[in-house]
């Protein structure tokens, strides 16, 4: 067979690494990289947006919780949320392009990371994938994201940028979460 064209193309992708007379080879799982949750496109994302799993680092070590509350315990990734857990606002008062807000509201939504990318990942290529197992999978998680519970989790994001709030707007509507997340225009002086 042919070479492909690009790394995208090809049905299995390995990366190769040499060290101290060792070789490793990967199969690459992922394809595109995986903190592009797919709910930005390239014309609309900030310059110095947050990173979409920095921010959902930043929710976790705050004691954020998957189902959307929050403990002072500290984070909790298995999902189960003890009597010490309680309802959570997320108030980003310079929220930019909204990263940390949407990524809250995509963990309160129990939406899986992935589940929004265009794209395939690049292990629905190999030919070794069960589909039916997949797609199994994948529906489970389609079913299991649900809107929060309005008195259990709010979000509130401000900034000053009128172009930063289109954006973040935007990504809001792109992720689903727009009726979740509210968001100002004024100076953090100003924001209450």
């Known amino acids: 067979p042919e070479r492909p064209g690009s790394y995208a193309e090809a049905d299995v992708s390995f990366f190769v690494a040499c060290h101290d007379g060792g070789v490793k080879i ?4 992922a394809g595109a990289s995986l903190h592009k949750r797919g709910y930005r496109d390239a014309s609309a994302i900030h310059k110095s947006a947050l990173n979409e799993c920095v921010a959902a680092a930043l929710l976790f070590s705050a004691g954020f919780r998957p189902d959307g509350t929050f403990s002072r315990d500290g984070p909790d990734l ?5 009597a010490a857990a309680s309802p959570v606002t997320v108030i980003d008062p310079m929220c930019g392009s909204g990263t940390l807000l949407i990524e809250a509201a995509l963990l309160a ?3 899986a ?3 929004l990318r265009p794209e395939p990942f690049a292990f629905e290529r190999w ?3 069960d589909p039916r197992f997949y797609a199994d999978l994948r529906d489970a998680a389609i079913t299991r994201r649900r ?3 309005r008195h259990a989790f709010r979000a509130l994001g401000n900034d000053l940028h009128p172009g930063a709030l289109r954006l ?3 990504a809001a509507h792109a992720a689903g979460v727009a009726d979740i ?4 225009h004024a100076d953090i002086a100003e924001f209450a």
Do not use: E, N, T
């Open 168 to 170: 973040a707007k935007h």
């Open 181 to 184: 997340v509210a968001f100002s």
């Open 78 to 82: 298995d999902g189960h949320s003890p």
């Open 109 to 111: 939504s129990q939406a």
């Open 147 to 149: 809107p929060p519970p």
């Open 113 to 115: 990371p992935g589940l």
């Open 127 to 129: 030919h070794d994938l």
């Open 26 to 29: 990967y199969r690459d799982m």
